[in-house]
């Protein structure tokens, strides 16, 4: 798929995969031997009908391709985007035995893209008068409000943030995943009438009692707020930050008009060390360096990962364990000639000035060798333990020893009358897609509970 070149892409927001034209999406949905086995659609979480979908792009049956899609996909503009298929649909595709596996999220955001913000395609059933709340807007929330809604529910989402997205909107930066895509998806939704009200934290601005009395089901859908916490001396100097906090005034700024950043968010013209080498470092680390960076480090604490043959296959809990060269570092090597990633560096201390600001830091090498490191800005990317409990508590809500929401593999419900769970909330740390997965299964629960 045509992209942008690390060197450029660095001097802007917009995304760095620019997609593919009808010509190259039927050429690419020629690849496909759309095999009996569908290999593909089992390795999907929500079991997209691939090989029926790319038949009809063969086809140039867009309208047809999109239909398939839509009716079973709540978000493909944002799975075809942030997914990582080469571990999921693609690993599993025939063609890439002996060649590349067919470009399975391509093809899908092809078709997302031509149909975006329409009302193409999407079923909704007579309204049932039943009343469905859900408290949080991301990536599980939607979905399932998504499935809700096409069942003929009254579905309204609170959500704490000034837009509904969740991750997709304050944590995965632009370049990822164009937020004008988003919001044509929030607009349909209110279209189809889904209520949002945005800005209320349920438990804070609204008392959690209330959902509870108005709707006939309420549906958690909190994510995992709490981030994990650097526990070494000077960690509360100014400039020690965390990593969504970071990404959210990021995309701000990038995006909307008038939004002033706070300067102990802007990396511009500061030494940056990135606490931990995931995802979410990854994208500090893009964001760094379109904010003008004098120099990004990504700290990690395990060992160098390996290249593991077979890496492609290996459950998503293992990926870590591969070293895989994603864009945020492709961008700092083609700036600064290096990767930003060093393993087995454990921090030890952070110093700051008089003032209080973060000015070094202490680090321990895997060899025992220490080495103290210039840093005006600190972000600390080093995953999260769990969801906000207040609202947990309030509702009298479980929570299992990872401080994860207790709820059923199969029906999400929490134990508590007519409240269920879903998403990372409820299964830790994920993925977007399996918080959609989660979605939908939670809005196919409910729906079963309403109508008994
Ligand atoms: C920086 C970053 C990058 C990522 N990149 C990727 C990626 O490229 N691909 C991928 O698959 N996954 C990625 N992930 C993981 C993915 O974003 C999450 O797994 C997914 O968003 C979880 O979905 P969710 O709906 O369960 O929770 P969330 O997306 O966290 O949404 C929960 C929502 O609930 C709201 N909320 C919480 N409590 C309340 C309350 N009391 N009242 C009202 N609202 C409330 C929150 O404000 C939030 O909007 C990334 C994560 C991060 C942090
Ligand atoms: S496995 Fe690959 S080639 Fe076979 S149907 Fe799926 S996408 Fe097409």
């Known amino acids: ?10 001097g802007n927001y917009n995304e760095i995969k620019t997609g593919y034209t009808a010509e190259l999406a039927v050429a690419e949905a020629l690849r496909c031997m759309n095999c009996p086995g569908r ?32 009716s079973n996909s709540p978000l493909p503009e944002v799975c075809s985007r942030v997914c990582d298929q080469s571990r999921q649909c693609e690993s599993e595709c025939s063609r890439g035995i002996k060649h590349e596996a067919v470009s399975i999220g391509g093809l ?42 096409r069942k003929g529910h009254s579905v309204t989402v609170f959500e704490k943030q000034e837009e509904p997205g969740g991750l997709m909107m304050y944590g995965i930066p632009n370049m990822k995943l164009d937020k004008g895509l988003l919001l044509k998806r929030f607009e349909l939704m209110r279209t189809l009438g889904v209520k949002f009200i945005c800005g209320a934290e349920v438990s804070k601005d609204i008392p959690a009692a209330d959902p509870l009395k108005d709707f006939d089901a309420v549906l958690l859908a909190i994510g995992t707020a709490e981030a994990r916490k650097l526990n070494v001396s000077g960690s509360g100097a100014t400039g020690v930050v965390q990593a969504v906090e970071y990404l959210k005034a990021g995309t701000r700024n990038a995006l909307e008009k008038g939004y002033e950043l706070d300067p102990a968010l802007d990396a511009a013209g500061k ?15 893009a964001t760094a360096i379109r904010q003008g960076a004098a120099s990004i480090h990504q700290f ?19 990926w870590p364990r591969v070293f895989k ?63 906000d409990t207040r609202i947990l508590t309030d509702l009298g809500v479980k929570t299992d020893g990872r ?32 918080g959609v997965a989660e979605g939908k299964e939670a809005a196919a629960s409910i729906d079963r509970y309403l109508n008994p």
Request: with cysteine.
């Open 39 to 70: 290999y593909c659609a089992r390795n999907c979480p929500i079991h997209n009908p691939v090989p029926q979908i790319n038949e009809r792009i063969r086809e140039k049956d867009f309208d047809g391709a999109w239909e398939l899609l839509a």
């Open 271 to 285: 030494n940056v060390i990135i606490i931990g080498a995931g995802d979410t470092g990854t994208d500090c680390a």
């Open 403 to 434: 401080g994860n929401v207790v709820a059923g593999e199969e029906d999400y419900g929490t134990g508590v009358d007519k409240v269920f769970a879903c998403g990372d909330a409820r299964r830790g740390q994920s993925l977007v897609i399996r």
């Open 300 to 318: 990690e604490i395990a060992p160098k990962p390996e290249a593991l043959p077979g890496a492609e296959k290996l459950p998503w809990k293992d």
């Open 108 to 149: 899908e955001r092809f078709l997302a893209d031509g149909y975006a913000g329409k009302n193409a395609g999407i079923e909704v059933a007579p309204p049932t008068g039943k009343k469905v709340a859900i408290v949080g807007a991301g990536p599980a929330g939607i979905s399932a409000a998504w499935d809700l809604m």
């Open 325 to 387: 060269t994603e864009y945020g570092q492709e961008e700092v090597i083609a700036k600064y000639g290096e990767d930003p990633r060093i393993y087995g560096i454990r921090t030890e201390e952070i110093l700051s000035d008089g003032s209080g600001k973060v000015k070094e830091i202490k680090t321990v090498l895997a060899d025992g060798g220490k080495k103290t490191w210039k840093a005006d800005l600190v972000i600390t990317a080093m995953g999260f333990t769990g969801p």
């Open 1 to 10: 798929m045509p992209s942008q070149a690390p060197g450029a892409r660095i």
